[in-house]
């Protein structure tokens, strides 16, 4: 019986010496408890790139699965590739809070990520041939060893008697502190559009845009209002508009000349004094009014124009 004993310790041993694999199958990727989706810099993931996602460097074996979770409170773009040069690897659409994407790897490499809205949020995932598995090594057998003499029994000694303790009286609980919790303003994306038709979100019409929002629009109550019911329709198509100006210079152009009307009115909103709710409601009202003319009257106008001259 003991020297079957001591061939199974020894299969034991020889099973632990062969080195485990790590399990590549599948990886998750999420963004960070304090994800903040304003740019490095201005308090977006601490100031570093590389912070917004985790893990930053993901492995995954070919043929695993890469699963993108958003678990911030804003609406985020999975995209291969970088902000300057992205690829078509893969693409996730607008992902809601609280929603997956996932993606299958085929080839082997390293591939770049960020996200359309945050481009500044970004990450790499290392994609590796899976290993092929390690046959267990078959231990030798071992002779069995002869037992030793028997130790003769020690006598038992009588513990010492121990002194109770007297126990504590407890301590009353203190009362709880009455605090507010702290609120914070929900986190705003970046204009897909205009990034994409500039080139970069660090442009100076991007950024003419990002402040205008941030410090002018949303310091009202119906500001902050439209700009909920204004996002819920804006980043359903501009991924699309803005992949396409992407993938055809032209296209970009035509978009960055028909913008510079829209960039130019809302410059005038940085020169409003804007405290109320009625003074927003009035700019706002005479800005639409204002670009309907330049984009709808104007054009309007040529065309009967050209019409009557043609009669004549």
């Known amino acids: 019986m003991r020297a079957v004993l001591l061939v199974l310790a020894a299969v034991a041993v020889g099973m ?7 399990d590549h199958g599948e990886v998750v990727i ?94 790499v995932i290392t994609v590796v041939e899976a290993p092929e598995p390690v046959e267990p090594v ?27 303790v007297e126990p504590v009286e407890p301590t009353e609980p203190a009362e709880p502190m009455d605090t507010e919790p702290a609120t914070t303003p929900p986190a705003q ?11 970069t979100e660090m442009a100076k019409e991007v950024q003419q845009l990002r402040e205008l929002r941030d410090r002018v629009v949303m310091g009202t109550e119906s500001g902050s209002s439209f700009m909920g019911w204004f996002n819920d329709i804006y980043y359903s198509f501009s991924p699309a508009i803005a992949d396409l100006q992407r993938e055809h210079p032209a296209f970009r152009e035509l978009v960055r000349i028909s913008i510079v009307p829209l960039v130019s009115s809302l410059s005038l909103m940085h ?39 043609r009669r004549k």
């Open 138 to 164: 078959e231990p030798e057998p071992v002779e069995p060893v002869e037992p030793a003499d028997p130790v003769e029994p020690v006598e038992p000694v009588d513990p010492e008697p121990v002194e109770p």
């Open 30 to 123: 999420t963004v960070i408890d304090d994800f903040d989706s304003t740019p490095p810099g201005q308090g977006g993931c601490e100031g570093e790139a590389n912070s917004c996602f985790t893990p930053y460097r993901a492995s995954v074996d070919v043929g695993g699965k890469v699963i993108f979770r958003n678990t911030a409170e804003v609406i985020m773009v999975f995209q291969s590739g970088t902000i300057d040069e992205a690829t078509d690897d893969f693409v996730s659409g607008p992902v809601q809070p609280g929603e997956s994407f996932e993606w299958t790897p085929e080839e082997a490499g390293e591939y770049m990520y960020f996200s359309q809205i945050q481009p500044w949020a970004s990450g």
């Open 271 to 309: 020169h409003a004094d804007i405290e109320t709710d009625a003074e927003m409601l009035g700019y706002g009202i005479s800005l639409i009014m204002l670009n309907a003319g330049m984009y709808a009257g104007i054009p309007a106008f040529g065309a009967i124009l050209l019409v009557r001259s």
């Open 189 to 199: 994306g970046g204009c897909l559009i205009a990034t994409a038709a500039y080139g």
């Open 16 to 22: 632990a010496g062969v080195p485990a694999l790590a």
